[in-house]
T-cell receptor
Framework: DTGVSQDPRHKITKRGQNVTFRCDPISEHNRLYWYRQTLGQGPEFLTYFQNEAQLEKSRLLSDRFSAERPKGSFSTLEIQRTEQGDSAMYLC????????????FGQGTRLTVV | TQLLEQSPQFLSIQEGENLTVYCNSSSVFSSLQWYRQEPGEGPVLLVTVVTGGEVKKLKRLTFQFGDARKDSSLHITAAQPGDTGLYLCAGATLWSGGANNLFFGTGTRLTVIP
């Protein structure tokens, strides 16, 4: 297993454009998380899925953000009409369904909105 | 909203010194994890503690979970330059439906000077 992979690693976009990120979790993991991290801060929770069901969304996830996990495997995070404040590292993690969550992270997608 | 506060936020020490990082919350967690993150990479899991009062050791790192499962500490003995990084604690909450979430602390950036 190659671990959690995210694509792209880096994305530079102009303000107002839409962007989409992809996350491929560890194959047997049925939980998938998205976090956003700004420089020097801890990751902030955005949303998570158990299989294809989106179980929780943070208030940080405005209407411009949408996440999907259509077949319970890979997930996409789309940001519409990007703003400069969206610039951050977007992290994906996956875990097995168990009481004591141990999440394994991808390397992240660094988004820069210019 | 960050449920977990870490202190100190920044720590710069000389090689060979000891240090302790604290992770505090008013919430009770079903488990707590510690991660280390290098610049430009995703967090890497170091340890999971589950039982109140539990102590786990990982070479020169000692992790303790508070008796009430609201706080934790990480102690590093004889720090080395390779210990440099962002240390993150993360608490897992257990909801009544069985699903749980993982919330991160604010992070402690450690620099070990040779």
């Amino acid at each position: 297993d190659t671990g959690v992979s995210q694509d792209p690693r880096h994305k530079i976009t102009k303000r107002g454009q839409n962007v989409t990120f992809r996350c491929d979790p560890i194959s047997e993991h049925n939980r998938l998380y998205w976090y956003r991290q700004t420089l020097g801060q801890g990751p902030e929770f955005l949303t998570y899925f158990q299989n294809e069901a989106q179980l929780e969304k943070s208030r940080l996830l405005s209407d411009r953000f949408s996440a999907e996990r259509p077949k319970g495997s890979f997930s996409t995070l789309e940001i519409q009409r990007t703003e400069q404040g969206d610039s951050a590292m977007y992290l994906c993690a996956s875990s097995l369904t168990q009481v004591h969550t141990e999440a394994f992270f991808g390397q992240g997608t660094r988004l820069t909105v210019v | 909203t960050q449920l977990l506060e870490q202190s100190p936020q920044f720590l710069s020490i000389q090689e060979g010194e000891n240090l302790t990082v604290y992770c505090n919350s008013s919430s009770v967690f079903s488990s707590l994890q510690w991660y280390r993150q290098e610049p430009g990479e995703g967090p890497v899991l170091l340890v999971t503690v589950v039982t109140g009062g539990e102590v786990k050791k990982l070479k020169r790192l000692t992790f303790q979970f508070g008796d009430a499962r609201k706080d934790s500490s990480l102690h590093i003995t004889a720090a080395q330059p390779g210990d440099t990084g962002l240390y993150l604690c993360a608490g897992a909450t257990l909801w009544s439906g069985g699903a749980n979430n993982l919330f991160f602390g604010t992070g402690t950036r450690l620099t070990v000077i040779p």
